[in-house]
């Protein structure tokens, strides 16, 4: 426990030092991923049919079936738990999230639609939201007011071998890569706003920026990453 | 709700699709987008491509016996829910003799000790609930022993938790702790404990009882019962804090008898995880139930009953 509170504080001096260093950590993992030779002939239709897997258990959940929902669980419980451990930093809290998504998931599969996404970008948009709203709920505690030195610390522990996780590698070579072609200041707004859950307001707090910058920022990194990635966004039919 | 043009809407897709944006305003862009032709596919296509930033985060996962109480709890909720529609709001029907659990108590008289014996085959050395040193009268010390002797307590509630939870926690304290041969039993010992858990928690002859009190989602439990291996692992969750002196106890609840499956306190979450080894015939069970106790537990429920869940044959 004491030297990963000894490495949080080092983290967080040397971004002050540095100034403009919350992206580190992410280009770092983004460099890491070039390990890994991208294969984009095998990646899409192998997506394209997950994402119509995922659809037919979306249908049995509307007619009730719960062994869909067990089904939904295995295949993306792990995805959903790396990312909102990775936003909360607490375990315990990390799989209350994934719990009330998948409840959620179970309660509104009606309201999914195959035409807005695929289904694991609907699960991982509903279980940030929440995880976002406990962050929230905490900065307005003051027991963290900004919580951005966080994501610092986390990914700066020894990285894991992007090849391990099968199912997610070559999606990760492409994200990775994509987001690595953003120019650095509208990589770094998209990056505050998603991995650490600052508002536009407090990204241009953190950056000294006029809001009206990181609102053009923001929009254009996200319209600049969309083409490159627009394969994978899972439109199903 | 104000309403805003396409231009007021449009500014705010980006930050709408990152949820970085003012909440009142969130609304009003997604009534706008939802019958916009232009701003509905682009905030679509915006929210899609910042949820692929989610591929990105270090793989991380939670401990196989956590994981399988997740899946476990929804698959359960799932059902019960799936189970009330199609009820069409019948209430369920909570068992008679679960009832005389809450209020004045129900004591285990002899009679119904006896009437319990036939199916309380000893499996495992006797381990008595109660801990040495409660002052209690010999008559009930009889009533209690007859009941308790076939259970056996496995583990105490929130320990399991612990050594199960935050690897990364656990990966610290070893590597401060320092030596190779510590770390290599620690996590031996964790794996084999979380192997045990999912062990006794799944199969095709566990039985799940799903616990709740009638108002409030929380708190709430499930009781697996391994038919097959006589395991009882219950999983509990949104527990209140206890007063001094009192704690949980858990019931399982016959025709003939309400037999004790061991006392516990939750931890700070109020949550516990509490194993028993027990054999009951496989169609006597008819609910499982929480009650809060004086410290130490007791023979036979008397206090408030604070979750129930009946068995379906
Ligand atoms: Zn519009």
Not at chain 1, 77 to 104: G, I, K, P
Not at chain 1, 175 to 201: C, D, I, K, M, W
Not at chain 2, 238 to 265: C, H, M, N
């Amino acid at each position: 426990m004491a030297h990963r509170f000894a490495r949080k504080a080092i983290d967080f001096q040397e971004r002050h030092l540095r100034g403009q260093a919350f992206g580190v950590a992410i280009r770092r993992m983004v460099d890491s991923s070039s390990m890994n030779p991208p294969e984009p002939e095998l990646s899409y239709p192998r997506e394209m049919r997950s994402n119509a897997d995922d659809v037919a258990l979306i249908r049995r959940m509307c007619d009730s079936d719960e062994t869909a929902l067990g089904a939904l669980y295995d295949r993306w419980s792990r995805s959903l738990y790396s990312l909102v451990v990775h936003l909360l930093n607490d375990s315990d809290e990390a799989e209350d999230v994934v719990e009330e998504t998948f409840w959620q998931a179970w309660r509104k599969a009606s309201s999914y639609e195959p035409s807005k996404g695929a289904v694991s970008t609907w699960l991982l948009t509903i279980g940030r939201r929440k995880a976002l709203d406990r962050i929230r709920a905490k900065r307005r505690q003051r027991e963290d007011p900004i919580g951005r030195d966080r994501i610092l610390a986390d990914m700066a522990s020894p990285g894991q071998d992007p090849s391990q996780h099968a199912e997610g590698s070559e999606l990760r070579v492409h994200v990775a890569a994509a987001l690595r072609e953003l120019p650095v200041e509208q990589r770094e707004v998209l990056e505050l706003g998603y991995f650490n859950g600052l508002s536009q307001t407090e990204i241009a707090d953190v950056t000294g920026q006029p809001l009206g910058t990181v609102k053009t920022r923001m929009r254009l990194g996200m319209q600049k990453l969309r083409e490159p990635l627009s394969m994978h966004r899972g439109r199903t039919e | 709700m104000t309403e805003l043009s396409h231009e007021e809407a449009y500014s705010e897709l980006a930050a709408v699709a990152l949820d970085a944006g003012q909440v009142e305003i969130a609304d009003a862009v997604r009534a706008h987008a939802s019958v916009c032709p232009e701003c509905g596919p682009e905030l679509a296509s915006m929210e899609a491509t910042m949820a692929l930033l989610g591929q990105l985060v270090p793989h991380s996962e939670m401990s196989p016996g956590r994981s399988a109480g997740v899946r476990s709890r929804l698959i359960v909720r799932a059902g019960s829910e799936r189970k009330a529609r199609a009820a069409s709001g019948r209430k369920p029907d909570l068992l008679h003799g679960v009832a005389s659990l809450a209020g004045q108590g129900h004591r285990v008289s002899p009679t119904s000790s006896q009437a319990a014996a036939p199916e309380a085959r000893m499996q495992q050395p006797v381990r008595p609930i109660r801990q040495p040193g409660n002052e209690r009268g010999p008559a009930s010390r009889t009533n209690w022993l007859a009941i308790a002797a076939t259970l056996l307590l496995a583990a105490a509630s929130a320990q399991l938790f612990r050594v199960t939870a935050d690897r990364n926690a656990m990966r610290d304290q070893l590597a401060a702790r320092g030596g190779d041969a510590t770390r290599a039993d620690s996590l031996a010992a964790s794996l084999a404990e979380s192997n045990a858990l999912v062990a006794a928690m799944t199969g095709s002859d566990v039985k799940v009882v799903s616990l709740a009190s009638e108002s409030a989602r929380q708190p709430q439990a499930q009781m697996f019962w391994n038919r097959a291996s006589d395991d009882w692992t219950m999983i509990a969750s949104g527990l209140p804090s206890l007063k001094p002196g009192r704690t949980y106890q858990v019931w399982l609840v016959t025709d003939s008898a309400k037999i004790s499956a061991g006392t516990f306190e939750p931890d700070a979450r109020g949550r516990t995880v509490l194993r028993a080894k027990y054999a009951l015939d496989r169609n006597a069970l008819r609910a499982v139930a929480i009650t809060d106790e004086p410290a130490g537990g007791v023979p036979a429920p008397t206090g408030a009953m604070v979750i129930v869940g009946a068995a379906t044959p």
